[in-house]
């Protein structure tokens, strides 16, 4: 063997990386060029095969967990350190992209492939996984199979889950399982693990916008939801004056306004949207008696978010008058920070390599957030078409995955011989 081929980022295969997408694409394929394969559909388990089928023609071995996390192992030389591991998701939105979670499992396989070419004998194992379910969009909650490895969701709360056609999580996991057979690691998933590193595509335009390949991702942006509730009264829209009004709509209006103004940051880092808006009763010739709409607002910063919340709640104590409104907060997901070390790692890798590069927080929730209460942990961006994802027109170039995935190998070889 050469010493050229003993560095793992030369043995990243452009050509095999793209094919691997071009052919995961068929599994759900939509006549627009996306895909559709949710979580646990018959489509998901093809994928799952197919995963397996090129695992098993490299000699790596495969399992599955309780909640259907599906990991791709190759040896390491001590069998008893905790593995390096890599990976992201292989389900889709209905209608979702070729890239979305796919590029960080293959990616992550292809890291494994690499280092098989190489002849790289690292000391730690280094798992490719692809977690169950991260898309959310038929059963709740989202980054689900990660959140069950991590201990954050209990895994019979989620087994139990119901999509909108009221098939129970449970039967559709034992479906695939059966259409995608696996050995099952018994028990509640989870096992101790040394590195998490995932690559994504950025799902935003910064990269691009930037002429930068790789994004070397910081931290994961909190988010919290709210809904607001507006009171008004039900009157006659011919007759009634408006200083007898109490229009909830025209108070939701005040509301949202002054939130607008508060939100809007100089940096423009924090991610404020109102989402949703009803009114009732919802007839044309009848004043409003109720208005209600929902918040998402995302920051990397906790104080930052606690901040505007308490704007958010002053305003709608202020604003709504003489309606009686109120605010509650339904979800708050605290930011993820990274490991400083394995932020410096993707750094050093993406600089060695000649890669163009910036430091960046991710704007969409990731697999990542949850593995990173586990072990230290870390992501990289590559960018995509237009920063469009969660989108069948999803697009990214060859040599931009294949970069991403040179910086990837790069930094778990270097992890797994920590
Ligand atoms: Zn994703």
């Not at 969009?137 to 954050?152: D, K």
């Not at 993707?346 to 990731?366: E, F, N, Q, W």
Request: hydrophobic share 40%.
């Amino acid at each position: 063997m050469g010493a050229a081929l003993k560095d793992s980022s030369v043995a990243v295969r452009e050509d095999r990386l793209w094919q691997r997408h071009a052919d995961m694409a068929k599994l759900g394929g939509t006549p627009k060029g996306g895909v559709n394969r949710q979580a646990l559909s018959a489509e998901d388990a093809a994928a799952r095969n197919l995963l397996m089928s090129w695992a098993a023609a490299r000699g790596f071995q495969t399992f599955t967990d309780t909640i259907g996390n599906l990991f791709v192992r190759r040896d390491g030389a001590d069998g008893n350190a905790p593995p390096v591991m890599s990976g992201s998701h292989m389900d889709s939105q209905p209608t979702g992209g070729r890239f979305d979670g796919m590029y960080g499992v293959l990616a992550a396989f292809e890291a494994l492939e690499a280092l098989e070419d190489a002849g790289i004998r690292t000391r730690r194992p280094v798992i490719a996984v692809a977690w169950t379910n991260e898309e959310g969009s038929r059963f709740q909650p989202g980054a689900m199979g990660s959140a069950v490895f991590a201990g954050h969701n209990r895994l019979d709360d989620m087994l139990a889950v119901k999509d909108w056609k009221g098939v129970v999580l449970k039967d559709a996991l034992d479906e695939t399982l059966k259409a995608a057979p696996a050995p099952l690691r018994d028990g509640p998933p989870g096992f101790p693990v040394g590195f998490y590193v995932e690559a994504h595509i950025e799902q935003g335009p910064r990269l691009e916008k930037a002429e930068r390949t790789i994004g070397v991702v910081t931290a994961i942006q909190g988010s919290r939801r709210f809904i607001v509730e507006i009171d008004g009264e039900e009157a006659h829209a011919g007759t009634t004056p408006r200083a007898a009004r109490k229009d909830a709509f025209a108070a939701a209006t005040r509301v949202a306004a002054a939130m607008y103004e508060a939100t809007n940051d100089r940096d423009d880092a924090l991610r404020f949207t109102i989402g949703r808006v009803e009114v009732a009763p919802g007839s044309p010739n009848t004043v409003p008696g109720k208005a209600t709409f929902t918040i998402d607002m995302r920051h990397p910063s906790d104080a930052v978010l606690d901040v505007h919340e308490k704007k958010l709640r002053d305003i709608v104590a202020t604003k709504a008058k003489p309606c009686p409104a109120r605010i509650e907060r339904i979800t708050n997901v605290a930011p993820t920070d990274f490991d400083p070390k394995v932020i410096d790692l993707v750094r050093a890798k993406a600089r060695a390599l000649k890669l163009t590069h910036m430091d960046m927080p991710s704007g969409a929730g990731h697999d990542a957030m949850h593995i990173a209460k586990l072990c230290p942990a870390g992501m990289i961006f590559v960018p995509c078409e237009r920063g469009v994802s969660h989108n069948e027109s999803e697009n990214a170039t060859p040599a931009d995955l294949a970069a991403g995935a040179r910086v990837l190998v790069g930094v778990l070889e270097e992890l797994a011989n920590r």
